[in-house]
């Protein structure tokens, strides 16, 4: 694993009609991610996160600026989508190894252990909850052994119980398998939660307004913790609380 570096210097969606002026999504935008940090990127709806994952996935070409490791090199990329887009004619574990053919049928064995999915590996998507599915989507992307993985609100859409269970279940999949994670999320609390980092973004043109380390270890993060560290930041902070 090594360093990630990124600067969007412009991204700008043209105008649909001729009347109306282009937006202009994201501008000189700076981000280094260390390797193996866990990064959550938090900013108001429609600031363009994910139109920043798109362009470091490489579905968006149409933008100016670079994103490259320490050797100069793009990275490797996977990605796990809010949806989870499995193929509903493979089982669960049949879509993992689609995505991961080399991998190793005893890693495979350990990442369905650890995300409590043995049970259901033979199990077709349609049969699944949303949890199992979205926990199966989060395994493929670790199975794939990427340089960066990107997370676009992968728990969206879930109760509570249910989010905070698969929330754990990755803290302890990143533990026990460390990759540089870049995790979209609206909710502070999620992201007091889960990052090593988190990364505060502006309305568009989306620029980092701030960027806050969390010292304390994932499995410690209590309720309490995490109320007291997001109403230090807001008070703290004028900028986070204003574009929140």
Known sequence: MTAITIHIQEKIYPAPHAKQTPHHAISELKLHIKA????????PSGCGKTTLL????GL??????SIHTDHAREPD?????QNPRLLPWHTLRENIELAAPDLQTDVL?????IMQLTGAQHTYPAHLSLGM?????IIRGFAINPELLLMDEPLVSLD??????????LITLWQQRPHTILFVTHDLREAIRLADRLVFLSPPPMQVIHS?????????????FVDQFRQDLLNQHAIIRQHL
């Open 77 to 81: 990329i996977a990605y796990v989508f």
């Open 54 to 57: 798109n362009i470091l996935a």
């Open 36 to 43: 193996h940090e866990f990064v959550c990127l938090v900013g």
């Open 133 to 137: 599915s979205r926990r199966a989507a």
């Open 109 to 113: 064995d350990d990442f369905l252990d």
């Open 160 to 169: 509570a119980p249910t989010a905070r269970t698969v929330r754990e279940l």
């Open 60 to 65: 968006d070409a149409s933008f100016k600026g």
């Open 212 to 224: 806050v380390p969390i010292e304390k270890n994932q499995t410690q993060r209590n309720d309490e």
